[in-house]
């Protein structure tokens, strides 16, 4: 079982949404797409159910070309951030919709309503109706006939956004276990680099209509091909700092030299750009080779167990994410540190040069 997109693209009224895409997706399988509103998550989503006509390309189901088979003659369930469900039914017969359009006994219909209503948390609100529910519940119904429904391809579209905090973190250890033993291709979307950690499986980062790279989410993640993937896959974003490297020397954009060692060394001379996660960022050199930078802080946000600091490096716009609680004074000189083991390296163009050697190791 596989879904194969070919050169798929999507042009609306002349502006691109979806630049032409390869991808393909195989059975049994998590698939995350993971980029900001507006990357193209949601049309690429909609053009993979059939909801939308590619403008280019053509979509292949098990080798099959379905680019014009119509959403519902397709095998595929999806669900959206915003829940739909149907008013005047109940959240039992709901659940059951798909299964009993699709003729299955009814002692399996009962079995699997029970069984996930019971995952989902529904049990005491089987004989509601969905008015009756809170909007967490009625996501939850949407999201359990999904799950019933034996689809071949399961889309959803940030699925637990309005759930509460512990049920969303329980739904994504499950999810991936229940579909894994279905066999279906599952595609997620989010925009949250940390849900993508968690669901695992493969991940797919966007920006602006373009899949940047796709592969095992932890290979994404620790390997990015270049700067825009490391940006969309770091929650902050990413710091960067521009740098020239001449001989065994490397003066970064603030005028400060350091000697050209560790990730610096091999390089050869030229302009290129250092990028590291804000939770590399220290208060304290964590070693003998940590680089020290002065920057000004713009604002600190208190977390309870974490401190974001805002800061101004030489025009640069940084985030540092402390662990504890921090106080400092808006416009305040602060020094922050950084191990070479965490510096990522991209030329001026984007694509990474060298990772760095923590993830390279891990």
Known sequence: MTLQLENVSKVVNGQTHIYPTDLTLQKGTMNVLLGPTLAGKTTLMRLMAGLDKPSTGRILWNGEDVTDVRVQDRGVAMVYQQFINYPSMTVYDNIASSMRLSGRPSDEIDRKVRQ????????????????????????????????????????????????????????????????????????????????????????????????????????????????????????????????????????????????????????????????????HLALQPQGPDALSFNSKLNVSELTGSETFIHLDHHGQRWVGLMHGVHEFKPGSSLDVYLSLEHIYIFDEEGPLVASASYAAAA
Do not use: H
């Open 116 to 279: 996930t209503a019971e995952l989902m948390k529904l049990t005491p609100m089987l004989d509601r109706k969905p008015l009756q529910l809170s909007g967490g519940q009625q996501q939850r119904c949407a999201l359990a006939r999904a799950l019933v429904k034996n689809a071949g391809l399961v889309l959803l579209d940030e699925p637990l956004a309005n759930l509460d905090y512990k049920l969303r973190e329980e739904l994504r250890i499950e999810i991936p276990k229940i579909f894994e033993e279905s066999g279906s291709i599952f595609v997620y979307a989010t925009t949250e680099p940390e849900e993508a950690l968690l669901l695992g499986g493969n991940a797919a980062t966007l920006w602006e209509g373009r899949i940047t790279q796709f592969g095992l989410t932890l290979s994404v993640y620790r390997q990015p091909v270049d700067a825009t993937t490391a940006r969309v896959f770091s929650d902050p974003p990413m710091n960067f700092l521009p740098f020239e490297k001449r001989g065994n020397q490397v003066a970064f954009a603030d005028g400060a030299k350091v000697e050209a060692t560790g990730p610096f060394a091999a390089l050869s001379d030229g302009r290129y750009t250092a990028g590291f996660r804000p939770n």
